[in-house]
């Protein structure tokens, strides 16, 4: 049981840095060759801390171990809104509650990421993500995608720095370190799942959503300490998206996922609509909710382990 808790870990710490690498080199690359900060931070930023998520979970699916797939998906989803987005709700509820007109752009973003999970959600009602709902995913994240640059592209962008040929060792070292991290990840989850007899599935949406969802954590709250609400939350809600459409898009092409239980897709979409107050309230009103979001989750948790 120790080594494959220790494969587990060691996994994790390459997932993180591996992807942290990676963005800081493909920023850098990126800029050096001319593309606009905006863009890179749509693209390459905003989505990279996502990257542990896809890596793992198309790893689970090519190596027939769809569940734990698909529970890393909609555990990581849960995680970013009612561990991470809560915790900084907590720590600084005054930075997540702005004036109406600065929130516009969260509301903006709040309302794709509702819709990428309405339409998960409407998908699941057949029990199974099959090709053409794969299809239907990747179509729906292309024209959320469209609609987030039209916007972006009007705003000026933070400036990415190049770290000249480094960026190349950045980019490839961290991309490799990703994969082998995701391996490591996934044969310690199973390992330890079957050892203790816990559903592939619960492994995925407890222990491994937490795991990748380590960036996303990292991330926001370093943003929300520097008092940038609008990284924090448009970093979570953007990896919401990607997860939902992106990940089990591409999932979906290679094997069709099962739908174990719906009632853990309506969870989801609870906790999806509960960012709503939890972003549009006054201050005291989102530190409570904060508060009652992270208890929520804890007892999920428990729910999830007391079911087995």
């Not at 809104?81 to 509301?107: D, F, N, T, Y």
């Not at 592209?153 to 490799?176: C, F, M, Q």
């Not at 370190?177 to 391996?183: F, H, P, R």
């Not at 239980?261 to 006054?282: E, R």
């Amino acid at each position: 049981m120790i080594l494959p808790v220790l494969l587990f870990i060691i996994g994790l710490a390459l997932l993180i840095k591996g992807a942290d690498y990676f963005v800081e080199g493909g920023g850098g690359l990126a800029a050096r060759y001319g593309v606009p900060s905006a863009v890179i931070g749509f693209t390459i930023i905003a989505f990279g801390t996502s990257l542990p998520e896809f890596v793992v979970s198309i790893n689970a699916i090519i190596t027939d171990n769809p569940d734990v797939a698909l529970g890393n998906i909609l555990g990581s989803n849960i995680a970013n809104i009612a561990l991470v987005l809560a915790l900084c709700a907590i720590i600084s509820p005054a930075v997540i509650s702005r004036a109406e007109g600065e929130k516009s752009k969260v509301s903006t973003e709040t309302m794709l990421m509702l819709t990428a999970t309405a339409v998960f959600a409407v998908l699941c009602l057949n029990t199974v993500i099959g090709l053409f709902d794969g299809i239907i995913l990747l179509a729906t994240f292309g024209i959320i995608l469209y609609i987030i640059y039209r916007r972006i592209g009007k705003e000026p962008g933070s400036r990415i720095e190049t770290h000249g040929n480094r960026d190349w060792g950045y980019t490839a070292g961290g991309l490799v370190a990703v994969i082998i991290g995701s391996q490591f990840v996934l044969d310690g989850a199973v390992a330890i799942a079957t050892a203790l007899g816990i559903p592939a599935f619960v492994i995925g949406m407890s222990m491994v959503a937490v795991g990748t969802s380590l960036p996303e954590l990292a991330t926001s709250l370093v943003a929300i300490l520097k008092g940038d609400a609008g990284i924090s939350a448009g970093n979570l809600l953007g990896s919401n998206i990607f997860n939902l459409l992106g990940v089990l898009g591409v999932g979906a092409l290679i094997r069709p996922l099962a739908i174990p239980h719906f009632s853990d897709i309506i969870i989801l979409a609870l906790f999806s609509l509960a960012v709503i107050p939890l972003i549009k309230g006054s201050p005291g009103v989102t530190r409570a909710w904060g508060v009652v979001l992270l208890v929520a989750y804890i007892a999920y948790m428990v729910f999830l382990f007391a079911g087995i």
